[in-house]
């Protein structure tokens, strides 16, 4: 109680001092945010990246499917080392989405909810789609 007291000071101080109520403080490099947060951000960040590669693996699928001189050229992709860390990338974005999706889902219906678990959680997201995207760097690269 004593912490949000002081801060409700701050913020006084800081409107009355510049007649905005407007944050002051707005050094996103020194504001340090709890990992559930910066999962959460990671998690709207990958959504906007499957939005823009999916349809791009669709068209892929589509050619590949279109005839063995088509999957050979698809094929033919993952020759360039710049397409397979991409991939490995967006293997990354699609699993960290996919869990930290879980994770949003879980905490919705109260299955996570308390800050202890959240924060391992979490970490467990983060850590997650790390390791499924080594594995996938494994394979590829």
């Known amino acids: 109680m004593h912490r949000t ?15 905005s109520p407007r944050p002051v403080f707005l050094d996103l490099v020194q504001i340090q945010m709890p ?17 823009l590669g999916v349809p791009f693996g669709i068209y892929l699928l589509d050619l590949s499917l279109e005839g063995p001189q088509s ?9 360039n080392v710049a ?18 999706g879980i994770r949003h889902l879980l905490s919705d219906i109260d299955i996570g909810s308390r800050l202890p678990i959240a924060r ?13 995207a080594l594995f996938a760097a494994a394979a590829w690269l």
């Open 83 to 100: 397409f397979r860390v991409t991939a490995v990338l967006f293997v990354w974005v699609l699993a960290h989405h996919l869990l930290a």
């Open 71 to 79: 999957y050979a050229r698809v094929t033919r992709l993952f020759d």
């Open 120 to 132: 391992r959680s979490a970490w467990i997201v983060n850590f997650g789609g790390a390791a499924i």
């Open 5 to 19: 007291k002081a801060v409700a000071r701050t913020r006084v101080r800081d409107v009355a001092a510049t007649g």
């Open 35 to 51: 990992v559930g947060a910066l999962t959460s951000i990671t998690h709207r960040v990958t959504g906007f990246f499957l939005a």
